[in-house]
């Protein structure tokens, strides 16, 4: 019962995955982009974060094309869940996986700083052992992270709960200062910030290290 980590030309956040799940105790493997299937025993599948391909043409629109996606596609129709961090949720976006995009930051600049956010929704595998409105921080990374959906979109959003985390004081532009979603069936999850950067003391703070726990356990008993 293990959790797939996707690995494409670019992705840089992989080993920090690892080391996150591996303090939770969880086992974990690899997957490279150009395998067509995962693991017969996984469980989770992690997107993590970095620049597939080099971020050409838009951040994630090559690699939702990788072999391995149409095997992470067909585990999250099963109900499978399914976590894209940064350039994750990029790629999860252009798979049709998540709904919305992101594009380039209001500012055009990269932006690397510890992020204050709050917590919108907690009914869900993801925020579970989160306080709804509770104000937690996570370190952000990105040039590509201002979320834009559709009036109509952003309205279904809200109205199934499934915005989850927003920007306090909105460093992007994102439209609803969102910072993270999920899908209406509540199995497949994105966000910008990085909480497997913030799962030590030693690193700033344990804010993200309940995500991915709640996350793994929900997983195991699927």
């Not at 594009?103 to 055009?108: A, D, I, Q, T």
């Not at 910008?192 to 290290?209: F, Q, S, T």
Request: proline residues 5%.
């Amino acid at each position: 019962m293990s959790v797939a980590i996707l690995q494409f030309p670019g992705t840089n956040c992989e080993m920090d995955m690892a080391y996150a799940y591996k303090c939770i105790g969880a086992p974990y493997t690899f997957v490279w982009h150009q395998e067509q299937v995962l693991p017969k025993d996984t469980k989770l599948v992690i997107v993590p974060g970095g620049f597939s391909y080099g971020d050409y043409l838009r951040s994630g629109a090559i690699a939702r094309f990788s072999p391995i996606m149409q095997a992470v596609c067909e585990f999250a129709m099963q109900g499978g869940y399914v976590l894209g961090i940064c350039n994750g949720f990029q790629i999860l976006c252009e798979a049709k996986l998540l709904p919305g995009v992101l594009k380039r930051n209001n500012s055009l600049h990269f932006i690397s700083q510890n992020q204050k956010l709050c917590v919108k929704n907690t009914n869900n595998a993801f925020l579970s052992h989160y306080k709804k409105e509770s104000v937690i921080s996570l370190p952000i990374a990105h040039a590509d992270g201002c979320y834009f959906i559709d009036e109509q979109s952003l309205c279904a959003l809200q109205k199934n709960d499934q915005i989850l985390l927003t920007y306090i004081d909105n460093p992007n532009g994102s439209v609803a200062d969102i910072a993270g979603i999920c899908n209406e069936q509540k199995n497949v999850f994105g966000l910008m910030p990085h909480p497997e950067r913030a799962i030590e003391n030693l690193l700033g703070g344990v804010d993200g290290l309940e995500m991915l726990t709640s996350l793994y356990h929900a997983a195991l008993q699927h």
